[in-house]
């Protein structure tokens, strides 16, 4: 079992900066490959980033490259995402999501443990 808590979400300016944490617990971390993904009012859930366990692989949506950054410490169990030039379209509770294997994965489906959740909110 992995259970995730995520952290560091608040209010930012539109073209701010903010870095989202998830601390994990469970033996597996590092044997995991980690995403985040968001979901905005209304809206499903949608893929962000993903990183492999030892971060030689590592995924983004278009929206996101060359803003976000994903990176994980392994021996902190921790997954971080650095988000910069923030928009107010990137408003959205922000999740971060384990898989049962090492291959990183861009679908919902393929993550079988979730956050609570953490709330990103960007004002223009």
């Known amino acids: 079992q992995v259970q995730l808590i995520e952290s560091g979400g608040g209010l930012v300016q539109a073209g701010g900066s903010l870095r989202l944490s998830c601390a994990a617990s469970?033996?597996?971390?590092?044997?995991?490959?980690m995403g985040w993904f968001r979901q905005a009012p209304g809206q499903e859930r949608a893929f962000v980033a993903a990183?492999?366990?030892?971060?030689?692989?590592?995924s983004y949506s278009d929206s996101v490259k060359g803003r976000f950054t994903i990176s994980r410490d392994n021996v902190k169990n921790t997954v971080y995402l650095q988000m910069s030039s923030l928009k107010p379209e990137e408003t959205a509770v922000y999740y971060c999501?384990?898989?049962?294997?090492?291959?990183?994965?861009?679908?919902?489906?393929?993550?079988?443990?979730w956050g609570q959740g953490t709330q990103v909110t960007v004002s223009s």
């Open positions: 999501a384990a898989r049962g294997g090492p291959s990183i994965a861009t679908s919902m489906g393929e993550y079988n443990y």
């Open positions: 469970g033996r597996t971390f590092s044997s995991s490959a």
């Open positions: 990183i492999s366990p030892r971060g030689g692989s590592i």
